[in-house]
Nanobody, 121 residues
């Protein structure tokens, strides 16, 4: 199995910054894509940003220019630096990975347990 553990959420004022981290562990053969989704109360889960193993990022339009995703392949860890936070960024942020296990080398989607980000005015 592959486990994803997030850290770095919390409460911040509008205009502030937070950095989320997510570390993958377990019987990992490779991780093709890592990234973040979020879900606000009463809304569907939505893409925040993803990054490939080659470092190619993809951002939701709502966070472009404010969030930066990065990845440390040696540590199987993905980060997202969130600047200029807005109240509408308030959500539970979920780490996401498409990974292959050592024993079964078929790409599969994995999710973290989520970390709360609350932006106050």
């Amino acid at each position: 199995q592959v486990q994803l553990v997030e850290s770095g959420g919390g409460l911040v004022q509008a205009g502030g910054s937070l950095r989320l981290s997510c570390a993958a562990s377990g019987s990992i053969y490779s991780i093709n894509v890592m990234g973040w989704y979020r879900q606000a109360p009463g809304k569907q889960r939505e893409l925040v940003a993803t990054v490939t193993s080659g470092g190619v990022p993809n951002y939701a339009d709502s966070v472009k220019g404010r969030f930066t995703i990065s990845r440390d392949n040696a540590k199987n860890t993905v980060y997202v630096q969130m600047n200029s936070l807005k109240r509408e960024d308030t959500a539970v942020y979920y780490c996401y990975a498409i990974a292959q296990q050592l024993a079964v080398r078929v790409p599969k989607v994995y999710w973290g347990q989520g970390t709360q980000v609350t932006v106050s005015s």
